[in-house]
């Protein structure tokens, strides 16, 4: 034999080592199959977790303070109100009431709101209840359309857009928009004030109560301030009318005073 096996032999050698247990060819190098490849692929790392997305929570009083802080005068003062988006009551609103009568009268009479013929004019006191209040200002020789701020009167109210079916203002409501009632006193600079009902009562000296109330001289956003009986109470309740006449005789002394 030289070292060379033909076909048959090896065949044969090869069933043999079969037959002996042998399963797999050899090869010439060792293979550790234990060894950690050098370069194991790297795992994705995992998604962070989201963070929870924080919607920054609006306080409307805040807003309300920092855009009537804002204002320089009147105008300015009612487009801030125009922008003020947190109130509902303006998504029903025909129109904003901001005011009426003679910027610099030394009187300024508050109301509680529009009514339907306010919403619809865009100025306060304009229905029956304004007429009235005409005639009775008109009486102690004052007016929205006197040249004179001796003889004018100035008009707004805590809201300036109108309330569903005429409710009364919920205290939220009046929170809301005082800043800007605050303001607007500061801007108007009247003399004094005139609170026409409980709601600018509960706005202006933080209470109600108007049948105890009114004809009593009180202080509010530094000024004197009259409380009456709104003029729409008047309507119902005629005898209401002589008690209005004295607090419009207090009003027209403090003027002369
Ligand atoms: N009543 C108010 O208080 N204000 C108005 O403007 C009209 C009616």
């Not at 490849?37 to 962070?48: D, G, I, L, V, Y």
């Not at 359309?145 to 857009?161: F, G, K, S």
């Not at 105890?212 to 008047?234: C, K």
């Amino acid at each position: 034999m030289d070292g060379v096996i033909d076909f048959w032999a090896a065949k044969a050698l090869l069933e043999w080592q079969i037959e002996l247990g042998a399963d797999e060819p050899i090869g010439d190098l060792p293979v550790n199959r234990y060894e950690i490849p050098a370069e194991t692929p790297k795992a994705r790392p995992a998604p962070e977790p989201m963070a929870p997305v924080v919607i920054p929570a609006v306080d409307p009083v805040a807003v309300a303070e920092r855009m009537a802080a804002a204002a320089r005068d009147l105008d300015a003062l009612s487009e801030a109100q125009r922008a003020f988006d947190h109130l509902d009551l303006k998504k029903g609103a025909r129109n904003l009431v901001f005011a009426d009568g003679i910027r610099g009268a030394r009187v300024m009479v508050i109301g509680e709101a529009p009514g339907r013929e306010e919403d619809i004019e865009g100025r306060p006191f304009v229905g029956k209840a304004g007429q009235l209040l005409d005639r009775m200002f008109a009486a102690i020789g004052l007016s929205r359309t006197a040249p004179a701020p001796d003889n004018a009167i100035y008009i707004t109210n805590v809201l300036p857009w109108r309330p569903p079916a005429n409710r009364t203002p919920e205290p939220a409501e009046i929170a809301m928009m005082l800043p800007f009632l605050k303001r607007h006193v500061e801007l108007a600079a009247p003399d004094l004030l005139v609170l026409m009902g409980n709601t600018p009562c509960q706005a202006v000296l933080g209470r109600q109560g108007i049948l105890r109330l009114r004809g009593q001289w009180a202080e509010g956003f530094g000024l004197p301030v009259m409380p009456m009986t709104h003029p729409a109470y008047l309507l119902r309740q005629g005898p209401a009318k002589r008690d209005a006449w004295s607090d419009l005789l207090e009003i027209r002394a403090r003027l002369q005073a």
